[in-house]
Antibody, heavy 119, light 110 residues
Framework: QVQLVESGGGVVQPGRSLRLSCAAS????????MHWVRQAPGKGLEWVAI????????YYADSVKGRFTISRDNSKNTLFLQMNSLRPEDTAVYYC????????????WGQGTLVTVSS | QSALTQPASVSGSPGQSITISCTGT?????????VSWYQQHPGKAPKLMIY???DRPSGVSNRFSGSKSGNTASLTISGLQAEDEADYYC??????????FGGGTKLTVL
């Protein structure tokens, strides 16, 4: 079965950087787009970014554009999110999610990793 | 990329039906048949319940159904059960090739 395991979260000061990883298994990783979705404590879900199956296309939410970079290593079945210039409002649980097929929805999710941006 | 509009909360008694609305614009909900719905229980990852406006993934109860009219999509849950109590989120594909979530709706089963 599909398994997605996020890592790399933690506490970081405003303005610093953090890199999240998502290890995928149980499906042909290189055939599917992948997303990052986040959820601030006690708040709703917010879509962050998508990368196409081969990494050729990437799109971002306005709130992270220019600061976050999504990437993937299909040889290692791993998804990444490089987060630069972090702000307190970036504090959230970050989920990686597998695209179902049309790069418009998510049929499998990881359990999330918490990122806290605080001085 | 404004969030889609959902009611903050809805409630219903066991056995009843409820409907959650999700309102967007012609650049998202109204422009594409790519509306999805997710169920999230406290402390858990979300679960896909409806995709492409009306389709259910394998394993999702047929008590869950989706529809769309113009810029508003809807999720209907019939025969409410205690286990349906959760937060529900809609999403839509957008004209910017991004995805936008609704603000979420808390469903209470009375």
């Amino acid at each position: 079965q599909v398994q997605l395991v996020e890592s790399g979260g933690g506490v970081v000061q405003p303005g610093r950087s953090l890199r999240l990883s998502c290890a995928a298994s149980g499906f042909t990783f290189s055939s599917y787009g992948m997303h990052w979705v986040r959820q601030a404590p006690g708040k709703g879900l917010e879509w962050v970014a998508i990368i196409s199956y081969d990494g050729s296309n990437k799109y971002y939410a306005d709130s992270v554009k220019g600061r976050f970079t999504i990437s993937r290593d299909n040889s290692k079945n791993t998804l990444f999110l490089q987060m630069n210039s972090l702000r307190p409002e970036d504090t959230a649980v970050y989920y990686c999610a597998k695209d179902r097929s049309t790069e418009t929805d998510f049929d499998s999710w990881g359990q999330g990793t918490l990122v806290t941006v605080s001085s | 990329q404004s969030a889609l509009t959902q009611p903050a909360s809805v409630s219903g008694s066991p056995g009843q039906s409820i409907t959650i609305s999700c309102t967007g614009t012609s650049s998202d909900v109204g422009g594409y048949n790519y509306v999805s719905w997710y169920q999230q229980h406290p402390g858990k990852a979300p679960k896909l319940m409806i995709y492409d406006v009306t389709d259910r993934p394998s394993g999702v109860s047929n008590r869950f159904s989706g529809s769309k009219s113009g810029n508003t999509a809807s999720l209907t849950i019939s025969g409410l059960q205690a286990e349906d109590e959760a937060d529900y989120y809609c999403t839509s594909y957008t004209s910017s090739s991004t995805v936008v979530f609704g603000g979420g709706t808390k469903l209470t089963v009375l």
